[in-house]
């Protein structure tokens, strides 16, 4: 959990300070509640899933970075609407559990897509089958790929 230890290595002090600045406090503020927060970090998960979108980027390294970049902000924004300062997120700790349980659920759709598809959703899978040594198929590899 890597994005949950950057926020918890951030004081209290330091984030509230920054919490109270103008435009970056503005946007820590809005993205420590949490129907915004999982709204955009939903919305990240889904749209970067998307065949059109992944085969767009996934042909370049700057493509790849973009999309790791997308998750690693996206977890930052899931992460902050529990790890921020009790004054900026109100959320107590069955409510945290269920914030949590409800990112959960929309990853669903994009996981049933790649796993019960019968060819793969992505053509960057078909350009590598003469690249790989493993002996499984392009839909198998997308089936069994994080």
Known sequence: MPRLSFLAGIPAEVMLRAAQ?????RLLRILAQPLIALALFNAILIGTHIPDVVDGLM???????????????????LWWAIMAPRRLCRLNRPMKMGYLFAATLPPILPAAFLTFADYPLYAVYELARGHSISPLTPISRSRVSP
């Not at 042909?59 to 924004?77: E, H, K, M, N, P």
């Open 59 to 77: 042909r370049s390294q700057l493509g790849a970075f973009t999309i790791d970049l997308a998750w690693f902000l996206g977890g930052i924004v």
């Open 21 to 25: 600045a103008s435009r970056a406090g």
